[in-house]
């Protein structure tokens, strides 16, 4: 072996002898949590990206996400079909998945499995790399009514991220009609999202006629965007709108 490539290969080794350059709770024992590793090309030694790289960065993605506590519960996959309605709503769900655009609406009843199915969506748009954020309806809209600074935060990240899941869209503590800070809350996020064709993911206990009273705007950039997607679950039933607009 020459002088050079002897120096190449103790560099090289002398690289992947470092340990825990990354320290988050991930172990990958083919980088020894360096993210990389070293190797000889072309006469020389280069960094190439470890495989663990984008699990990290998915894992990231989940703990940011909001939903980091229930997202291996709700599968796609293991969410059960029993009847002819369940399994449109599952492949309904899966036909979303590969177009990736537009709007995801499921109304209904709560107990009717519209969770499970947002987030196992939720799930796998961030296991292809996408940035996602869980919005409870009514915690949330609540922080950001207050009009301060962490809300003024919170709503541009909400018009802004790549993927937004919105629960019980319009749900409010009494069952109260939603208020007029509550609509146009609603409408710029959503107005939002609508201009920039950004996808959405929205579950309501109120269908989309009821939707349709508490302000048509709203209503009508919902139908629009969620063409194909759009689901109403009524006592154990799925009836899908799919309204031409
Ligand atoms: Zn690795």
């Known amino acids: 072996m020459d002088r050079v490539s002897e120096l190449l290969k103790n560099e090289r080794d ?5 340990k825990n350059l990354i320290s988050d ?5 083919l980088c020894n949590n360096r993210g990389w590793t070293a190797e ?3 006469n020389a030694v280069i960094c190439v990206e470890c495989s663990c790289v984008p699990v990290r960065r998915n894992i990231k993605r989940v703990e940011n996400s909001g939903l980091a506590n229930v997202i291996d519960k709700y599968t796609l996959e293991n969410y059960k079909v029993s009847s002819d309605w369940q399994e449109h709503i599952k492949r309904t769900a899966y036909e979303f998945l590969e177009i990736r655009k537009g709007w995801f609406f499921i109304a209904g009843q709560s107990g009717a499995g519209k969770t499970h ?3 196992g969506i939720f799930n796998e748009l961030i296991q292809k790399g996408y940035d996602a954020k869980y919005m409870l309806w009514l915690d949330d809209s609540y922080k950001l009514k207050k009009n301060d600074e962490d809300a003024d935060r919170l709503r541009e990240f909400l018009k802004n991220v790549q993927v937004l899941y919105i629960d019980d869209l319009f ?9 007029q800070a509550d ?3 609603a409408m710029e996020i959503l107005n939002f999202r609508y201009i920039n064709n950004k996808v959405t993911l929205i579950s309501s206990e109120k ?8 302000d048509v705007a709203i209503a009508g950039r919902i139908t629009e ?14 009836k899908n709108y799919r309204l031409k607009m």
């Open 14 to 18: 002398g690289l992947n002898k470092l």
């Open 25 to 29: 709770s991930y172990d990958c024992p």
């Open 40 to 42: 000889i090309m072309n």
């Open 117 to 119: 199915i947002c987030t």
């Open 171 to 179: 749900k409010t503590e009494k069952n109260d009609i939603p208020s």
């Open 183 to 185: 609509v146009k809350l």
């Open 207 to 214: 269908n989309i006629s009821e939707i349709f009273d508490i």
């Open 225 to 238: 965007m969620s063409k194909g997607f759009l689901i109403n679950i009524k006592n154990g039933k799925e």
